[in-house]
């Protein structure tokens, strides 16, 4: 069972590169996130899909774009990657168990911007 | 200010003590509190979570919410060298459950 998987593990960019970081969930569940991590800062939203076909803004979606390509799969793309989106990117995905959105989360993309 | 304010630690304490995490919050509409440890250069995973206020024990571990003060608790009782990770406290409203605001998390490492 692989609940959510995020390709690559490890990316190193020169500013003004792009790339598209990918993640899939097998679990069945509608809705699918986006996170950063930053040390002090915890983890900060940056793109939701509450399903397929919806994406809403989250607290960071400054310089990304995201795409729900179907019910399994999220990816987030950087059109012109910057120094300050260096970061550990987090994907996960919810089910709804007794009134809570329980949040599963991928092992994250370590992302470099030179 | 932050909706939610956790101490970063790092959190040092010998292997079968009783450890306490907190984190305050100043949105009165938080409903659900969860926890989530997070190892490292892994995800983090969901530990357990509380709606309202109240206790909840599952194992070594118990969740505490004092609505009346906006402060929650995570406590780790006979605490063992695997604990060590960090651990996130996370909230959200009843009217809004899809948005979860997470503390910084606090690092704690516990030695043999």
């Known amino acids: 069972n692989a609940g959510v998987t995020q390709t690559p593990k490890f990316q190193v960019l020169k500013t003004g590169q792009s790339m598209t970081l990918q993640c899939a969930q097998d679990m069945n569940h509608n809705s699918m996130y986006w996170y950063r991590q930053d040390p002090g800062m915890g983890l900060r939203l940056i793109y939701y899909?509450?399903?397929?076909?919806?994406?809403d803004k989250g607290e960071v979606p400054n310089g990304y774009n995201v795409s729900r390509l179907n019910k399994r799969e999220f990816s987030l793309r950087l059109e012109s990657a910057a120094p300050s989106q260096t970061s550990v990117y987090f994907c996960a995905s919810s089910e709804r168990s007794g009134g809570v959105n329980i949040q599963y989360f991928g092992a994250g993309t370590r992302l470099s911007v030179l | 200010q932050k909706e939610v304010e956790q101490d970063p630690g790092p959190l040092s304490v010998p292997e079968g003590a009783i450890v306490s995490l907190n984190c305050t919050y100043s949105n009165s509409a938080f409903q659900y509190f969860m926890w989530y440890r997070q190892y490292s250069r892994k995800g983090p995973e969901l530990l357990m979570y509380t709606y309202s206020s109240g206790n909840k024990e599952d194992g070594r571990f118990t969740a505490q919410v004092d609505k009346s003060s906006k402060y929650i608790s995570l406590f780790i009782r006979d605490s063992q060298p695997s604990d060590s990770a960090t651990y996130l406290c996370?909230?959200?409203?009843?009217?809004?459950?899809?948005?979860?605001?997470f503390g910084t998390g606090t690092r704690l490492q516990v030695f043999p």
């Open positions: 899909s509450a399903s397929e076909g919806t994406t």
């Open positions: 996370a909230m959200s409203p009843l009217y809004n459950t899809d948005k979860l605001i």
